[in-house]
Nanobody, 126 residues
Framework: QSQLVESGGGLVQPGGSLNLSCASS????????MAWFRQAPGKEREGVAC????????NYADSVKGRFAISRDNAKNTMYLQMNTLEPEDTAVYYC???????????????????WGQGTPVTVSS
C-alpha cells in the first residue's frame, strides 16, 4: 500500500527555519513527480513547490520563491522542503503529494495528484 508520511513541522518564530520531510513507501517514488501543498486556516489548499522525478526541474509559488527550497533523495525515497525566513503567513498544514510522471517537469495543480500524505502542521508565531 502506497504511503506518504510528512514530518518536521512545528512552532517557529518569524524569521526562523524548518525542514520538512516526506517519506514514501509502498511504491517506487523515483517514477513520480512530487510536490508540497499547504492549507492555512480558513483557506483553500495551495501548491507551494514541486520537483520532477529526477530532481532536474523545480517550481515554486511566488510567495515562497527565494525562501523555500525543495529537494529529494531518491535513494532514500524522501523529499524535503527547507523553509527559511518564515513568516506568519506561512502558517498552515503542509502536505506532500506524488504524481506518476517519470519524465518531464512537475506541477502544483492539486487535481493532478492522487497520492497524499496526512500533513504536518507549521505555525509561525512569536
Amino acid at each position: 500500500q502506497s504511503q506518504l508520511v510528512e514530518s518536521g513541522g512545528g512552532l517557529v518564530q518569524p524569521g526562523g527555519s524548518l525542514n520538512l520531510s516526506c517519506a514514501s513507501s509502498g511504491f517506487n517514488s523515483n517514477y513520480y513527480a512530487m510536490a508540497w501543498f499547504r492549507q492555512a486556516p480558513g483557506k483553500e489548499r495551495e501548491g507551494v513547490a514541486c520537483i520532477s522525478a529526477n530532481g532536474g526541474y523545480r517550481n515554486y509559488a511566488d510567495s515562497v520563491k527565494g525562501r523555500f527550497a525543495i529537494s529529494r533523495d531518491n535513494a532514500k525515497n524522501t523529499m524535503y522542503l527547507q523553509m527559511n525566513t518564515l513568516e506568519p503567513e506561512d502558517t498552515a498544514v503542509y502536505y506532500c503529494a506524488a504524481l506518476f510522471k517519470l519524465f518531464g517537469d512537475c506541477s502544483t495543480e492539486e487535481s493532478r495528484y492522487d497520492n497524499w500524505g496526512q500533513g504536518t502542521p507549521v505555525t509561525v508565531s512569536s
